[in-house]
């Protein structure tokens, strides 16, 4: 790794920044006898000094113009959060034993995002491991980590990271996430994890003190200035992410990486930092283990996705489908505000067409966001696309955090997730999902002072211009995003699980999963594009059908509204899930909240 602070040979420390508005810089280690030593400068506003007095479990920052004490941008180990100093970490400490682990291929996803603060009451990363048999038992296949860089404070979702290379010290030491992951392969489990590669928290950034060209005014994002992906001194802001996102494959062993709203990344370069930095995983890997690359993209660039009969590197494996679940809400709930009101027409037609081609919007008008949005999908294999009900943005950016379950009927939810779980698309689960948790997901953070409060004032004012909202009175009951409370209501309430009512869920889960694991997944393997056609039959009902991989026809019939629906032509094949009893005749009856899948064998 060209960054931060690396062991060198005879057990010499190598430390290396990239600081081109910096004259002079220094490396401040503490301990009993601290010591201050110069940085040589090279070429392209580097820095380097390679020493014999420092070791593995030193603490130190950089010193920049004999000024200000900034902590290590690529530091692996942040103990005292975001503004103390960088530990020095030796990545071949840890005793990997999971050699024999090469990932499994991607028809075999399950994924079950988690955040692991809220996850177990202790929130660790031992918390986590303590439940990979519970969650490997009830069928999931991968686990998705929300993001791990370090940021302000003891809580937060991990997209206000500052230190990208630093799992955060609230959740554990860097060896106990790799004990997690180790853990996870012995179970038979991947583990990805969500980075954030399109903006830097607001709260413990140095970059612009010693690397104001980390940042460009060419292009703007939600958040401020872009990172400078395309103009001047860009190279070193490119390999800071690619060497990134290598760094946690390799050195933490994970299965796959989850990008976070790549359509925020600005970048008129050829090739993109998205492909780059997809070519240079693949390349540097190799074939040797499975490794998946996941987008959410909100702009629907299908071009990245892996398609079939293609001679050019696969890029990304699959990406978040947001239009399936935007549909499938608007069928459970009627909800139409925001960005629901894209859907609010026709959700049937839009459901069908996300099971068989990918996206609702190829291309289409949005008049949400009053332009084109998407590109054409169809011919992208069903495997490219992750789909859900349930997710940390789709729970959390609700003002109260409210589940699906406290929005629709326990029938209405059964049907939707009888269709999620069996369609040929890897389905993600949001942690507790499975047991029909009912606690919410808040939006919360750590910030203290000016920040806490712009923050607090800038969540409410999001949901302003909503009906139910509009009085400053409802706005005022929106939890405050830093209250410690809203955190700990977040937390998942395990004991619930142990209810009937939740048990009852679970087995439904397990079930499900069973029959996707013994009856679909073996032929997923080499389904193609363009191999779905759907029809709709009313406004909730809708069937499609696949060609899987190995010529097997799979086909679903759904009625996803709480009147009955007519009749249709029995498919070919045999029943292998109904939520309601299927006669043996020619029509089947689509009665409310049907669901039943059909495969030809």
């Known amino acids: 790794m060209p960054f931060g602070a690396e062991l060198a040979e005879d057990d010499r420390i190598r430390f290396r920044l990239w600081a081109p508005k910096a004259a002079k810089v220094d490396v401040c280690v503490e301990g009993k006898t601290p010591f201050r030593f110069s940085m040589t400068q090279q070429d392209d506003g580097w820095f380097e000094l390679i020493t014999h007095d420092a070791r593995a479990g030193a603490l130190y920052r950089y010193q920049i113009d004999d000024g200000e004490k900034v902590p290590d941008p690529a530091s692996r180990f942040q103990p005292r959060d975001v503004h103390g100093p960088s530990e020095i970490i030796n990545p071949s400490s840890f005793n990997w034993v999971d050699e024999s682990w090469h990932g499994r291929p991607w028809e075999d996803a399950v994924i079950y995002e988690l955040h692991v603060g809220t996850f177990t009451p202790g929130g660790t990363f031992s918390g986590v491991e303590n439940k990979l048999e519970y969650l490997a038992d009830i069928g999931i296949t991968a686990i998705e980590l929300m993001p791990l860089s370090d940021f302000p404070g003891r809580r937060n979702w991990g997209y206000d990271g500052v230190l990208p290379y630093a799992p955060d010290s609230s959740y554990g030491r860097p060896e106990e996430l790799k004990r997690l992951i180790q853990s996870a392969h012995a179970k038979g489990v991947m583990v990805f994890l969500d980075v954030v590669y399109n903006h830097f928290g607001p709260d413990g950034n140095y970059l612009n003190v010693y690397a104001p060209q980390f940042v460009t005014g060419r292009h703007r994002t ?86 079939e009969n293609t001679d050019r590197v696969s890029w990304y494996t699959a990406q978040w489908n947001d239009d399936i679940h935007h549909a499938l809400n608007v069928l459970l709930t009627g909800e139409t505000d925001g960005y629901y009101s894209d859907y609010g027409v026709n959700p049937i037609s839009q459901l069908g067409r996300c099971l068989a081609e990918g996206f609702a919007f190829q291309g289409d008008y949005s008049e949400f966001h009053a332009a084109k949005r998407g590109e054409l999908s169809a011919q992208l294999p069903p495997l490219c696309f992750v789909d859900f009900l349930q997710n940390h943005d789709q729970i959390g950016n609700r003002a109260f955090g409210e589940r699906i379950p406290k929005l629709t009927s326990a029938e209405a939810l059964r049907a939707a997730m009888g269709v999620l779980l069996l369609a040929p698309s890897p389905p993600l689960l949001f942690m507790g999902e499975e047991f029909g948790a009912t606690t919410p997901f808040l939006f919360f953070c750590d910030f203290s002072g000016d920040l806490a409060t712009a923050v607090t004032n800038g969540r409410r004012s999001e949901f302003a211009s909503f009906k139910k909202f509009c009085s400053p009175e409802t706005l005022a009951q929106i939890p405050d995003p830093n209250a410690e409370d809203t955190f700990e209501r977040s937390k998942l309430n395990w004991q619930s699980a142990a209810e009937s009512a939740h048990r009852e869920w679970l087995n439904f889960y397990r079930d499900l999963l069973l029959i996707r694991r013994s009856l679909l997944a073996p032929h997923l393997k080499g389904t193609k594009g363009s191999s779905a056609e759907f029809a709709v039959h009313s406004k909730t009902a809708v069937t499609v059908s696949w060609v899987l991989g190995d010529a097997k026809l799979l086909t679903l019939i759904a009625n996803l509204g709480k009147d009955a629906a007519g009749s249709v032509l029995r498919p070919m094949g045999d029943l292998i899930y109904s939520n309601v009893p299927v006669n043996s005749g020619p029509q089947i009856e689509l009665s409310p909240w049907h669901v039943a899948w059909f495969l030809q064998r």
């Open 222 to 307: 939600p958040w401020g200035e872009a990172i400078n992906f395309d103009g001047s001194h860009s190279r070193a802001v490119r390999d800071f992410f690619i060497h990134n996102a290598l760094y946690w494959l390799e050195e933490y062993h994970f299965d796959g990486l989850r990008f976070d709203a790549v359509h925020a990344i600005m970048d008129d370069s050829n090739p993109d930092i998205l492909v780059e930095l997809a070519e240079q995983v693949r390349t540097t890997i190799g074939t040797d283990r499975h490794i998946h690359l996941i987008l959410e993209n909100g702009d629907n660039e299908a071009h990245y996705l892996r398609g």
